[in-house]
C-alpha cells in the first residue's frame, strides 16, 4: 500500500520537503490563478464551458474549475470519474456530463443509471452508425424511453476518435441519428489534440479556428434552425488562446469550450509557448540517491512510474525547478538519472548541486498521466508549506 494513502494528513503544516518520496505537489495559488484565467475568458466571450475531470481526477479539482457551480458541465474519460464526482450532483453544482469516449455497449447500463438514480444528464459521443443501433437496442432491451443526448465526433487533424467532414461517413451517422428515436442530437464535438504541436499564439490560433470551422462545416450538414445545437471545442493550447475567438455562428447554435489539463499545466504545454515555467501546478517531490561525478550525473528515486515516459521540445523526461538545465534524461522503473542537458560553455559539476539524500523538485512533461500515479495530491501554499490533501479517484 501506498504510504501516502495512510499518512499525507499528517503531513498539513509541513514543507514540500519533508514529504515521503516520490510525491505529487500542487500549488494551490498557480492551479487557482489558472483557472480564474480561463474563467475570465469565457466570460468575456459569454461562452459554454465544459471542463474536463480526467487530469487532476479529484472531487476539489472539479470543484474548482466547476467555481462552484458557475458551470455545471464535465467531460470525464472513465466510470470511475463519473462515480467521483457523483456528490457534485447532490449538491447541485454539476447537472451534465459527457462521456468522451465512443460509447460501447458494456458502459450503457451504468451510464443509463448515472441518470435514473442520480439525475445527472449523460450526453454521448457517437462517430459510428453502430453507435445510434447500439443505443436503439438497450433502449428496447431496457424499456428506457428517453431518448440518448449524443454529440456526433469530428476529427479536426487528430486521427483519434472522430470522422473527418471529407467523409461521406459523417453525413451517414447524421442521417442515421437525426432519424433514430433513440437518439437526440445535442451537437458537434471536436477535440484538437494535435494543437499540442503549436509553438505560438500564432498556431493555437490556427487550430482554434479550424476547430471552430471543423465543427461549423458538419453542423451546417444538419442546420434545421428549430434544433439547438451546441458545438464544442477545445484543448488546453488552444483554450490558452480562446480570448482571440472571433467566428460567427448560426442561430440555433450555442459555442462551448472543453479543455481539461489547463489547471495543472507542465512542461508539454511550456513548450507551446503559451504559458510560462511558473504556470505549472505540478511538480514531483523525489531524494537524491546517488551522485556520479565521473559521468557528471546523479541518480533519484523517481522512475517512469512517478513520472511516465512523455516528451516535448524539453528533452528528457522532468526537469529540476532549481536548473531547469538538469534534465532526466534516462528513466528505469523506480530510477531516474539527472544529466546536465545545458550549454556545454555554462556545464555545471554535478557533486557541486547535488548531495545525496537532497529532496529535489521536479517540472513533469506530462501532468495528467504523472498525477495518476500517485495516491494522494500534496496541495501547497505560495511557501510550499502544506495546506491540504486531495486523494484522487483511481482506476477506470
Ligand atoms: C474528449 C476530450 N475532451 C477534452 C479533453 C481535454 O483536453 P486537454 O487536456 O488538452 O485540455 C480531452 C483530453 O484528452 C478529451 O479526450
Not at 27 to 50: A, C, M, Q, W
Not at 51 to 62: A, C, G, M, N, Y
Not at 124 to 135: A, C, G, K, Y
Request: net charge neutral; aromatic share 6%; glycine share 6%.
Amino acid at each position: 500500500m501506498d504510504v501516502s494513502l495512510e499518512t499525507h494528513q499528517s503531513y498539513i503544516g509541513q514543507p514540500a520537503s519533508a514529504l515521503p518520496t516520490p510525491a505529487l505537489v500542487i500549488s494551490k495559488p498557480v492551479l487557482e490563478s489558472n483557472v480564474k484565467k480561463l474563467h475570465e475568458d469565457i466570460d468575456t466571450l459569454g461562452i459554454g464551458f465544459r471542463p474536463h475531470v480526467k487530469t487532476l481526477k479529484s472531487i476539489e479539482t472539479t470543484r474548482i474549475m466547476l467555481a462552484n457551480g458557475r458551470y455545471k458541465k464535465i467531460v470525464a474519460s472513465t466510470l470511475c470519474e463519473i462515480r467521483g464526482c457523483l456528490p457534485l450532483v447532490k449538491e447541485g453544482i454539476l447537472d451534465e456530463c459527457l462521456y468522451g469516449l465512443p460509447i460501447r455497449p458494456s458502459v450503457l447500463a451504468d451510464l443509463d443509471k448515472f441518470t435514473s438514480q442520480y439525475g445527472l444528464k449523460i450526453v454521448l459521443m457517437v462517430d459510428h452508425s453502430d453507435h445510434i443501433r447500439i443505443l436503439e437496442e438497450f433502449n428496447t432491451r431496457t424499456g428506457r424511453t428517453t431518448p440518448w443526448p449524443v454529440f456526433i465526433k469530428v476529427d479536426v487533424g487528430t486521427k483519434r476518435a472522430g470522422i473527418q467532414n471529407s467523409s461521406s461517413r459523417l453525413d451517414e451517422v447524421i442521417q442515421s441519428a437525426n432519424e433514430s428515436e433513440g437518439v437526440s442530437i445535442h451537437g458537434f464535438y471536436c477535440h484538437a489534440g494535435h494543437s499540442y504541436a503549436s509553438k505560438s499564439t500564432e498556431d493555437a490560433v490556427k487550430v482554434l479556428n479550424d476547430e471552430i470551422n471543423g465543427v461549423l462545416i458538419a453542423a451546417k450538414k444538419l442546420i434545421d434552425p428549430k434544433t439547438e445545437l451546441v458545438l464544442s471545442i477545445g484543448a488546453t493550447p488552444t483554450a490558452h488562446v480562446v480570448s482571440n475567438l472571433k467566428a460567427s455562428l448560426p442561430k440555433n447554435t450555442q459555442l462551448e469550450l472543453h479543455a481539461g489539463n489547463f489547471p495543472a499545466n507542465d512542461l508539454q504545454q511550456v513548450a507551446t509557448g503559451l504559458v510560462s515555467l511558473s504556470d505549472q501546478a505540478v511538480r514531483v517531490v523525489a531524494e537524491v540517491c546517488s551522485v556520479y561525478p565521473e559521468r557528471n550525473e546523479a541518480l533519484i528515486n523517481a522512475g517512469v512510474l512517478a513520472l511516465t515516459k512523455e516528451t516535448s521540445s524539453f528533452a528528457g523526461l522532468a526537469r529540476w525547478t532549481d536548473g531547469i538545465d538538469w534534465s532526466i534524461v534516462r528513466v528505469s522503473q523506480e530510477h531516474g538519472i539527472f544529466g546536465w542537458v545545458g550549454d556545454d560553455a555554462k556545464r555545471e559539476k554535478v557533486e557541486e548541486k547535488f548531495k545525496i539524500g537532497q529532496k529535489v523538485l521536479l517540472y513533469t512533461q506530462h501532468a495528467c498521466i504523472t498525477s495518476a500515479m500517485f495516491h494522494a495530491f500534496y496541495v501547497v501554499d505560495k511557501q510550499d508549506i502544506v495546506r491540504e490533501t486531495w486523494v484522487p479517484w483511481k482506476g477506470w
